[in-house]
């Protein structure tokens, strides 16, 4: 639920971010700006891979909170 509907508030913080780094840092930026880009991209892709299927999404749940009220009383 925390990383619900990020992308659109995200974009106002790259709007503004990506030209200040142009001016501040002026053409070698761009080099920095698609290494940034093509990490985030990783990540997004690695991301993913958890909402594949329900079983890896309740895996990395379980793995992140190991003691989940819902686990809990699910368990038993």
């Not at 659109?8 to 761009?30: D, I, K, N, T």
């Not at 891979?49 to 793995?63: C, F, G, I, K």
């Amino acid at each position: 639920m925390a990383e619900h509907r990020m992308y659109l508030p995200l974009v106002a913080v790259v709007a503004v971010g990506v030209p200040w780094l142009y001016v501040m840092a002026g053409r070698r930026s761009v080099a920095a700006i698609l290494l940034l880009a093509a990490g985030m991209g990783w990540l997004t892709w690695q991301r993913n891979e958890v909402y594949r299927s329900e079983w890896s999404l309740w895996n990395d749940t379980l793995a992140k909170c190991p003691d989940n009220a819902a686990r809990i009383t699910t368990s038993g």
